[in-house]
Structure formats: structure tokens, C-alpha cells
């Protein structure tokens, strides 16, 4: 794994000079400083990667010397997010504290050129997997502050989870569970980032409904090995790997459900009190979609927002730049899909290369339209083994593994 050069600084409050740590893999950022006008935080950063072109900025903040790092300082705007170019041109984040003074401020700066990899948030690794056009977070997210079952979340700066149990190990085994409010951050718009890292959202319920078509309704495909039994075992062919994590349900005060038999996914698709959700459960092999009251505890996937662009066009976004996306399904036998994003029309080569480096397939050469594209490698008559695909642009070359398996 590459995993991202992260930069934590004493921040905010006091114009101190900041102390520095940094991890010198790619990306590298550098050079971070910042400066205060009143609550107005303005943060300077350079960074560079040396294989890719853009890259995805994160933030996270701490209030406490960096003993948690869930703390919410609403919205950063300027260079984060998804497409950042990396370059030594000065960056910069702006974003505005609310409180009074506050000496515990730390800040880290994250740069990720990863798509289908690996991701770090809020003090953790988070394994991604594409399963078709679809880029999704591997394990179910654990961010926030446990709070007692019998308690409800409340909109007061903290993400705030159940354990199930009350045992916080259980969080970090299956995830928290969150009241749909909490999980959403207190706003109702579809697709919201809720508590996701920046780039990815709480997807809408066509998006799961583009899941189970994906793997055709087949729940087991979606469960890890070992999750579920009989018609309901996990397969995890799609390498969601879901388990069955229970849910947190406010009858009677608040008590935990299901663990071991069910899990239960918000979707960011609300009507009044109600909120719709995926259940899986141990014994079936359908993947279930139902509603229920928001003020119950549920699992958290997070789906990338590049995803949203190739399966709904309705708002007419466009990529922010070129990536290459992991192969679905993989392994593969005889047929996999392999996609990718073009900010603008661009000249491609799209190429299969053996183990040793030969060339065996030119899957696409021409040029192709700003957007979202899928293209089927039918390897038929190719024989088992580790095979690479390459995209390559005039300003652009990435290469990614796939595996055919007869």
C-alpha cells in the first residue's frame, strides 16, 4: 500500500509555529503553515506525486492534543477534495472554528492519489473495493464517540455511536452503529457526505439498488466468508465483505439486536421520520430494502462520489480528473470490466500485458469524450494467471493487476 503522506500540525488558535510530522511516501506534502483572521483559519500547503496528476485532500481536526480526531469543523473550502493538482503552486484550505479558545487544536493535512486501494480517515485504514461501476468503502465506518444505548445522538459538534453491547471493541470488529441524524450530520440531501471522509458519501437508495443489480440480488455475494449460514452463507465474490453486525434499536429505550443474524445499511433516502435501508440477514440470500424510524442504529458504508457520476447522470457532473478503477469482478473468469474517468475528450490506449511485461491485448486506441467509460476484457482464450491493464493518456499511465482464474 502507498499510504498517504500526512501532515499534522498544533494548530488553530494560537499563532505558534507549528510542529510538524510527516511520513515521506507518495504524495508528499510539504511546506504547511497557516495563518488566523479572527475565527478564520487559512491553511498553506504544497504537495507532489510523482505517479499521478490529481489528488484527493482531506482534512481532520482534533480539540484534544489528538487523542480523537472526530472533531467537526463544519465546512473547509479552496484546495480539498477529489481533484487536486499536484504541484509545488502554493495550496490553500480556508475554514472557520466556532467556540472560544482552544490550545488542544491539531490539524492533519491527508493527500491520497488512491482509487480501489486504501484510504486513512479518522484515525484508520479503510480498504476500498470497486464492484461494478461502483466504488465502495470496504468496511463499515467506526468514526465518533461511543455514547450508552439508552442515549439518543444530538446535534451538538460530536459524532456520536453505539458499540453494540456498549463494548467498544465491537465497534472496531463491526463498525458503529448511528442514528440516521447523526450519521447524515443533521441534513436530508441525498448523496450527503454525512460522516464519510471527503469524497465520498452516504449513498442514496438507487445507489444500493445498483448494488443488488450488480450482483443480482444475491445478498451471500455482499456477506464475508464465514457471515451467515445455509441458503444465507457468505460467498463475498463481490469483496463487499458485510458483516452481520446487528443494529441498535430504540424500542424500550434503546437496546442491541441481531448480532451474528442481521445488518442492517442507512441510505441517505428519507421520508418524515423514516429513512430507507438494505438488510441482510443469515439465513437468505436476498439483499432486502425496507424503512424504518431514523432514531434507530444502523451500519454506515460509504460510497465514493465518482461512482455517482457513472450510474446516475442526472446532475451532469463530469470527473475532475483521470483515474483508472479496479476491474470487476476479480478474480474473473472469462469476463471482467475495467473503467475509467476522462475530465475532458482525450486520446486512450487501453492495454492487457502479461506477467512478463508483454504486450497480449489493446483493449481501446482512440480517443473518447469527457465522462465516465466501461470496457469488457473477454480473456476467453487467454490461459490463468496475474495479468496488468494499462490506461495510458499523453500526460497520463496508470496500470492496475488483475487476476483470471478457469
Known amino acids: 500500500m502507498k499510504l498517504r503522506n500526512i501532515l499534522y500540525y498544533l494548530a488553530v488558535i494560537v499563532l505558534l509555529t507549528p510542529q510538524l510530522w510527516a511520513t515521506n511516501t507518495n504524495p508528499v506534502v510539504t511546506n504547511v503553515t497557516f495563518n488566523k483572521t479572527g475565527t ?23 480539540n484534544d492534543g489528538g487523542a480523537t480526531w472526530d472533531y467537526n469543523f463544519g465546512t473547509a473550502t479552496g484546495d480539498i477534495g477529489a481533484g487536486v493538482v499536484d504541484n509545488l503552486n502554493d495550496k490553500t484550505i480556508t475554514w472557520t472554528y466556532t467556540g472560544g479558545y482552544n490550545n488542544q487544536f491539531m490539524i492533519k493535512i491527508i493527500a491520497d492519489d488512491l ?4 484510504i486513512y480517515f479518522s484515525g484508520k485504514i479503510y480498504n476500498t473495493v470497486t464492484i461494478g461501476s461502483q466504488i465502495w468503502l470496504k468496511e463499515n465506518l467506526d468514526v465518533g464517540t461511543m455514547i450508552d444505548s439508552l442515549v439518543n445522538s444530538g446535534n451538538n459538534g460530536i459524532i456520536e455511536k453505539y458499540c453494540y453491547g456498549n463494548n467498544p471493541a465491537n465497534c472496531t470488529t463491526y463498525g458503529g452503529l448511528y442514528q440516521w441524524n447523526e450519521a447524515m450530520q443533521y441534513v436530508t440531501t441525498e448523496k450527503a457526505k454525512g460522516i464519510c471522509p471527503t469524497g465520498w458519501h452516504i449513498p442514496k437508495n438507487a445507489e444500493y439498488q445498483t448494488l443488488a443489480t450488480t450482483v443480482s440480488n444475491n445478498s451471500n455475494t455482499l456477506k464475508a ?4 449460514t445455509g441458503n444465507g452463507a457468505g460467498t463475498n465474490t463481490s469483496g463487499f465483505s458485510a458483516l452481520l453486525a446487528g443494529d441498535r434499536s430504540n424500542s424500550n429505550g434503546g437496546y442491541f439486536i441481531g448480532l451474528g443474524f442481521s445488518t442492517s445499511f442507512w441510505s441517505s433516502t428519507e421520508y418524515a421520520e423514516y429513512a430507507d435501508f438494505v438488510y441482510l440477514y443469515s439465513s437468505d440470500s436476498n439483499v432486502g430494502f425496507y424503512n424504518n424510524y431514523k432514531v434507530n442504529g444502523f451500519s454506515v458504508r460509504c460510497l465514493n462520489d465518482i461512482s455517482t457520476g457513472i450510474n446516475d447522470h442526472s446532475n451532469n457532473t463530469l470527473p475532475k480528473s483521470i483515474d483508472l478503477l479496479q476491474n470487476f469482478p476479480n478474480p474473473f473468469n472469462p469476463s471482467t470490466t475495467i473503467s475509467f474517468t476522462l475530465p475532458e475528450r482525450t486520446r486512450v490506449v487501453l492495454s492487457i500485458y502479461n506477467e512478463i511485461g508483454e504486450n497480449v491485448a489493446v483493449l481501446f486506441n482512440g480517443e473518447k469524450e469527457a465522462g465516465y467509460h466501461s470496457i469488457e476484457w473477454n480473456a476467453n482464450k487467454f490461459v490463468s494467471g496475474i495479468y496488468f491493464y494499462e490506461l495510458k493518456t499523453e500526460k497520463f499511465t496508470s496500470v492496475k493487476k488483475l487476476i483470471l482464474m478457469k
Open 115 to 118: 482509487v480501489g486501494d486504501q
Open 40 to 62: 478564520t483559519v487559512t491553511v498553506h500547503y504544497n504537495v507532489t506525486d510523482a505517479e499521478q496528476s490529481t489528488v484527493t485532500i482531506s482534512m481532520e481536526v482534533s
Open 225 to 228: 466468508v464465514g457471515q451467515g
